[in-house]
């Protein structure tokens, strides 16, 4: 089965940049669409952004677009997500998840379309 850990995160003041690293085993890369997720204290997890499994496809929530990009490297079986322009609202534990799926032509931001999930990287953008 797929396992997915997240790395990266940590403390950033704010206009600063991150990258946030999702690292894959137990299967090919190539047949899961990739999808981060953040949750802050006493708010609902919300969907950051997502990937198809080629890379094909991206969607991003409408309050990254713009800042956050998120690419994907099958071949070191790592997503990434690269984050600018943060903002205090940014801060939040930040989760990895994955889905097999053979689609290139979309991923969703639902958390109920993903079936592995890594532990979560916390963020903090602060001065």
């Known amino acids: 089965q797929l396992q997915v850990v997240e790395s990266g995160g940590g403390l950033v003041q704010p206009g600063g940049s991150l990258r946030l690293s999702c690292s894959a085993s137990g299967f090919k890369l190539d047949y899961f669409a990739i999808a981060w997720f953040r949750q802050a204290p006493g708010k609902e997890r919300e969907g950051v952004s997502c990937?198809?499994?080629?890379?094909?496809?991206?969607n991003y929530a409408d309050s990254v677009k713009g800042r956050f990009t998120i690419s994907r490297d099958n071949a070191k079986t790592t997503a990434y997500l690269q984050m600018s322009s943060l903002k205090p609202e940014d801060t939040a534990v930040y989760y990895c998840?994955?889905?097999?799926?053979?689609?290139?032509?979309?991923?969703?931001?639902?958390?109920?379309?993903?079936?592995?999930w890594g532990q979560g990287t916390q963020v903090t953008v602060s001065s």
């Open positions: 990937i198809t499994g080629s890379g094909g496809a991206t």
């Open positions: 998840a994955a889905v097999f799926s053979w689609s290139e032509a979309q991923c969703g931001l639902g958390q109920g379309e993903y079936g592995f």
